[in-house]
């Protein structure tokens, strides 16, 4: 299930991500956005699993691209923080 629901933001990230560059660029090329997809997807982010180092780059790298778009964040920050509830544990998270 946690697999499952990271998998989804994972591809809700990248689909908004290439939705918002072929907005603010006409000119993005196939080549562009397959080495951001292939950067999201590498084993230098560890799969992008909470708590990894991995995650965290592909955050910075995320917001980074909304900046450089020009995007502004939503009510202050491009990080939304939500909690995960695995069994008895509640986990601290954050969408882009």
Do not use: C, W
Not at 26 to 55: F, P, W
Not at 56 to 66: G, H, L, M, P, W
């Amino acid at each position: 299930m946690k697999k499952l629901i990271l998998s989804r933001l994972f591809v809700f990230a990248v689909l908004s991500l290439v939705s918002l560059q072929s907005l603010v660029a006409q000119d993005i090329s196939k080549d562009s956005l397959s080495k951001h997809v292939h950067y999201l997807a590498s084993e230098e982010l560890e799969g992008r699993g909470l708590g990894t180092a991995g995650k965290d780059k592909a955050t910075r790298f995320i917001v980074e691209q909304f900046r450089s778009a020009g995007l502004q964040p939503y009510q202050g920050g491009f990080l939304q923080d939500f909690e995960l509830t695995f069994s008895l544990a509640k986990v601290k998270a954050h969408n882009v």
